[in-house]
């Protein structure tokens, strides 16, 4: 579970999820893990796009990889799968969060 405990963590957070494609992305693991070459297929991007917004969404911690090996052409690969997280913002919590002098 991603805990935010910063004013910064929140921002960077917001900024993740606040791009169409990484919510697509998201969408789109909801319904079964994939690899980004079959993800920027899908999506219409390239793959090296596909994989930048793929990075982005590990480093915020709403999804992990885990390299598998293609029963097809046996070449190893990294397929992506939705960690579990909750996205719960309230005034309570940002004021916490300012209050608490939570800049990093």
């Known amino acids: 579970m991603v805990t935010i405990e910063s004013v910064d963590e929140l921002e960077r957070m917001l900024k993740v999820l606040s791009n169409p494609i990484r919510l697509k992305i998201i969408a789109s693991l909801q319904g079964q893990p994939n690899h980004a070459y079959a993800l920027a297929k899908q999506l219409g991007l390239s793959y090296p796009l596909a994989h930048l917004y793929l990075e982005s969404l590990e480093r915020a911690g709403l999804i992990e990889g885990s390299r598998v090996l293609s029963i097809e052409?046996?070449?190893?690969?990294i397929l992506y799968r939705l960690k579990d997280f909750r996205v719960e913002l309230t005034p309570e919590f940002i004021s916490k969060l300012v209050n608490s002098g939570g800049h990093n």
């Not at 052409?73 to 690969?77: C, G, K, L």
């Open 73 to 77: 052409d046996e070449r190893e690969r």
